[in-house]
């Protein structure tokens, strides 16, 4: 038998070793989180004390292309959207599985990785051709980009609706076909052996986070599977115009559409400001050539009167059919202007009614994109470039602009949202079968609007059988105007030198860190804030200006952000 003593040097070896290595791997962690450390703060430094970007090389007069680029470089709400749809494994709805052929060869894939590049700090002047990106987008359009035309704005409508075009199909749902026996199979039997199958559709309306909501689940086997998340094109925005008969004092179902663009009409003169832009396109404009649908069934209803009095009993086959379509129209005009009356010509009045119209935003987009129309067209063929020089400002504020919840559809003359003739309780608040209808109306839906004798706006639903309408299936809609501002901060501005013909494009975007973030001081640091600087972009050279060289700058698109 050994002694106990015999064992204390092995464990004082032991123990020596394992202090040893212990020691050895704290000071390694504590080495690696020094060097860690140091790492972040010399990146966030180059990140601060970065001099340059990347610039653009133009190699074919590509100068409309690499303004574009640089423009959308600076908008955070874009570079958001884009790595939503190139890295689907942020959405947990997402199935888990490495991007697909379609994603690295989008133009989304393509943009993302071009204007991540040029956000990145740079020690000293570099430039790039972003020929991926050029080579996805004319993949896309089927065609090569055209580099005579030269147009900025059309170069942005090209690569918007390829991004919306993308955004549909990668979203796609895909409907499970009744004929696949393997999803059959999975859907009577299930992971749990559960022949429980369920869908439903569930919505809610009037919460106080949101207007509307409404979602699908589908329980397989008593589990929720979410449905997928779409990421929207920050450019898309809803507009709602209304028309108007001076006349009857009819007004036609509130139409919506979507945009990505706004185009103002710059006025001939040597200067306006984008103000004066903005009220031009919202402004009540009369029209002396839209034929009013109340009218026109008035018209006919007045003839088909006058030709049954005259045949009398000559022709009683003739005489029943008119009998039918006066009672059509009779019950058009009380109930649905708008039915498709099939089969029964309309008679055109013989006095053309006097009309208006007015577009207004009713749901204006994260990023907006103001094109400012500068083409003079002459009578005889010229083309010239209107020089007025637009003011803008940092700041807008769309409020003026953007419907408020009161939808006027009882004097033609004065705008879509123009506040009610009587004061409406600050308690009003709009109701459940108002956000019905307004969800309605952006599906696409079509009513008809009568008035039922109080306030507001009395609404019916068209059937489509026998073009009856479905009386009070949403009451009347009586909304409080909302007293908000809507304000938008300029992020780029793209300027052209030159003639119609030919010129020159350069961007001014706002100077960002590169996570998108604006350059400021330190915490507790009492020093004010920095001036707002910008980048003025010129294909390769690149530098940097003050925010009143831009504001002086002759602009021909304006890029804001929703600033919330």
């Known amino acids: 038998m050994s002694s106990p003593n015999y064992h204390l040097p092995t464990i004082a070896a032991v123990a020596g070793i394992a202090l040893a290595a212990s020691s050895y791997v704290m000071s390694s962690n504590s080495y690696e989180t020094?060097?860690?450390r140091r790492r972040v703060k010399s990146k966030i430094q180059r990140e601060r004390d970065g001099q340059f970007i990347l610039g653009l090389v133009n190699t074919q007069n590509y100068c409309f292309v690499n303004s574009v680029l640089q423009a959308f470089a600076t908008l955070a709400t874009l570079r958001s959207y884009l790595a939503e749809r190139v890295d689907e494994q942020g959405d947990e709805s997402a199935p888990s599985v490495p991007q697909n052929e379609f994603i690295l060869?989008?133009?989304?894939?393509?943009?993302?990785?071009?204007?991540?590049?040029?956000?990145?700090?740079?020690?000293r002047p570099k430039s790039?051709?972003?020929?991926?990106?050029?080579?996805?987008?004319?993949?896309?359009?089927?065609?090569?980009i055209n580099r005579d035309q030269q147009d900025a704005h059309e170069l942005f409508q090209i690569i918007s609706s390829a991004l919306t075009s993308e955004e549909e199909i990668q979203y796609r749902e895909n409907a499970t076909s009744l004929l696949d026996a393997t999803a059959i199979r999975g859907f009577t039997i299930g992971e749990n052996d559960s022949n429980d199958f369920e869908t439903s559709s569930v919505s809610s309306f009037g919460t106080s986070a949101s207007m509307w909501s409404s979602f699908s689940v589908c329980t397989v086997?008593?589990?929720?599977?979410?449905?997928?998340?779409?990421?929207?094109?920050?450019?898309?925005?809803?507009a709602a115009s209304k028309i108007s008969c001076m006349k009857c004092g009819y007004t036609a179902p509130i139409r919506h559409h979507t945009f990505d663009n706004i185009s103002l009409t710059v006025p001939q003169q040597s200067s306006c400001t984008l103000d004066n832009c903005l009220k031009t396109y919202t402004k009540v404009d009369f029209l002396n050539d839209f034929q009013c649908r109340k009218c026109t069934l008035v018209a006919t209803l007045e003839a088909l009167t006058k030709e049954i009095e005259s045949i009398q009993a000559k022709d009683e086959e003739r005489a029943s059919v008119l009998k039918i379509n006066i009672g059509r129209l009779k019950d058009a005009l009380q109930s649905n202007i708008e039915a498709s009356l099939y089969g029964l010509p309309l008679v055109t009045p013989k006095e053309t009614p006097r009309t208006t119209k007015q577009t207004m935003f009713a749901n204006p987009p994260k990023s907006l994109c103001l094109h400012l129309s500068r083409s003079i067209y002459h009578p005889s063929g010229i083309?010239?470039?209107?020089n007025c020089q637009v003011e803008f400002s940092e700041y807008i504020d769309l409020a003026a602009y953007t419907t408020n919840g009161y939808m006027n559809t009882t004097d033609p003359s004065a705008s879509l949202s123009s506040p009610p003739p009587t004061p409406v309780l600050p308690h009003t608040r709009t109701s459940r079968t108002s956000l019905v209808y307004l969800r309605n109306m952006t599906n696409g839906h079509r009513f008809t609007h009568?008035?039922?004798?109080?306030?507001?706006?009395?609404?019916?639903?068209m059937s489509n059988k026998d073009d009856r309408t479905v009386q009070n299936a949403l009451p009347s809609l009586s909304v409080a105007p909302v007293a908000r501002t809507i304000m938008y901060r300029l992020c780029a501005?793209?300027?052209h030198y030159g003639n119609h013909n030919s010129g020159h494009f350069v961007t001014y975007r706002r100077k960002k860190l590169p996570t998108g973030h604006e350059v400021r001081s330190p915490l507790n640091d009492l020093k004010p804030k920095p001036p707002t600087k910008f980048w003025k972009c010129s294909d390769e050279v690149i530098e940097e200006v003050d925010l009143d060289t831009v504001l002086k700058s002759e602009a021909y698109?304006?890029?804001y952000e929703r600033d919330v």
């Open 34 to 36: 020094k060097r860690r």
């Open 221 to 238: 086997g008593g589990n929720l599977r979410p449905r997928r998340r779409s990421p929207k094109n920050p450019f898309t925005g809803l």
């Open 557 to 559: 698109m304006l890029f």
């Open 383 to 386: 083309i010239q470039k209107n």
């Open 493 to 495: 501005v793209i300027v």
């Open 128 to 144: 790039i051709a972003p020929t991926d990106f050029l080579t996805a987008l004319e993949r896309k359009s089927g065609g090569t």
């Open 105 to 123: 060869q989008s133009v989304a894939c393509a943009l993302y990785a071009t204007i991540e590049m040029l956000n990145r700090p740079l020690p």
């Open 450 to 461: 009568h008035h039922s004798g109080g306030d507001g706006l009395g609404v019916a639903l």
